[in-house]
């Protein structure tokens, strides 16, 4: 990928994630990038291309650094301690791409642009239903849907609320209630 593309994929989810959806331009790419003017235009010749090229850049980049699905945990106190440093990561320092995230899930009612989101989204489900399964057996799997709006509630109320909400009695009652189901 060129430095460009990179650049502007950067400075596109800063605009989102501080700025909302509206902020979304071309030139408030290039701005923003300290690129000369046209040049995100170059890469992405409209709106819809450039929306669609930073919901892939935020799936792939999600992927490589989340640790989903590479991850393995074979306790409950292992979920735990995943789930809160997932949701410290995206709630701190992830936190402008994960308003961008939101917001992109939101506007984009295109179902083929947020694929890639939904398809992150997939992989995530997917991990979780296997944790718990490995972790309380195949009823436990009953339990995902709760335990990702759970996490997905936290990490809401800490990009939105509190970012210093405290987290960890909040992920414990969630994953011992997802294995209890």
């Known amino acids: 990928?060129?430095?460009?593309?990179?650049?502007?994929?950067?400075?596109?989810?800063?605009?989102?994630?501080?700025?909302?959806?509206?902020?979304?331009?071309h030139g408030r790419v290039d701005a923003a990038a300290s690129l000369p003017?046209?040049?995100?235009?170059?890469?992405?010749?409209?709106?819809?291309?450039?929306?669609?090229?930073?919901?892939?850049?935020?799936a792939t980049a999600e992927r490589s650094e989340g640790g989903f699905p590479v991850v393995v945990v074979d306790t409950a106190d292992d979920l735990i301690t995943m789930l809160e440093r997932a949701l410290e990561l995206e709630s701190g320092?992830?936190?402008?791409?994960?308003?961008?995230?939101?917001?992109?899930?939101?506007?984009?009612?295109?179902?083929?642009?947020?694929?890639?989101?939904?398809?992150?989204?997939?992989?995530?489900?997917?991990?979780?239903?296997?944790?718990?399964?490995?972790?309380?057996?195949?009823d436990a799997a009953a339990g995902t849907h709760m335990l990702m709006a759970a996490c997905d509630g936290l990490l809401l109320h800490r990009i939105t609320v509190d970012p210093e909400a405290p987290i960890g009695d909040a992920i414990r009652r969630a994953v011992t209630a997802a294995l209890s189901v």
């Open 1 to 25: 990928m060129s430095s460009t593309r990179r650049r502007a994929l950067e400075a596109a989810v800063t605009l989102i994630g501080t700025e909302g959806i509206r902020a979304l331009t």
């Open 37 to 58: 003017p046209g040049s995100t235009s170059n890469h992405f010749r409209t709106r819809a291309a450039l929306l669609a090229g930073v919901i892939e850049w935020i």
């Open 93 to 138: 320092p992830g936190a402008t791409r994960t308003r961008a995230r939101y917001a992109l899930f939101l506007e984009s009612l295109d179902a083929d642009a947020a694929a890639p989101l939904r398809r992150q989204r997939r992989i995530f489900e997917e991990w979780t239903r296997a944790a718990l399964v490995r972790i309380g057996g195949p």
